[in-house]
């Protein structure tokens, strides 16, 4: 699986993007939400995992721009800051997942699996 890795903290980013290549997924990092956006219009992942709390354009402004993009992109998002309200709106949106920061890779791996039911029955929901 090709995963698009969004988030301003670059330790947290890098650990992630480690955890998923040794899975055997190929990610690729970016730092901004504008960075994402670009690259979005010029590949076409799998999936994203996406920081909520970014300074610029925030988690929120890029998950609505993502869904008018790219609406069938599953995204889980990432978050050490955000509110419930945040959290519920992104959920509302279509989020596949919300993980809080800091988590245990087995979360992120948790929600890899769910990404895999996702793709295998995307017109159901085993999420």
Same mark, same amino acid.
């Given at each position: 699986m090709e995963i698009l890795i969004v988030d301003d903290e670059?330790? &947290?980013a890098e &650990? #992630? /993007? +480690?955890?998923l290549n040794r899975q055997g997924h190929k990610t690729t990092v970016v730092h901004s939400g504008v960075e /994402? #956006?670009?690259r979005l219009r010029t590949t076409a992942p799998d999936a994203m995992f996406l920081d909520v709390s970014m300074p610029g354009m925030n988690g929120l402004d890029v998950m609505q721009e993502v869904k008018r993009l790219k609406p069938a992109l599953a995204v889980v998002v990432i978050t050490g800051h955000a509110t419930a =309200?945040?959290?519920e709106? &992104? +959920?509302q949106m279509g989020a596949v997942d919300v993980i809080q920061k800091p988590s245990a890779l087995t979360h992120y791996h948790q929600a890899i699996e769910r990404l895999h &039911? +996702? +793709?295998a029955y995307p =017109?159901?929901?085993h999420v």
């Open positions: 670059p330790q &947290v &650990v #992630l /993007a +480690k955890s /994402a #956006l670009d =309200d945040e959290i709106r &992104v +959920k &039911v +996702k +793709k =017109d159901t929901d």
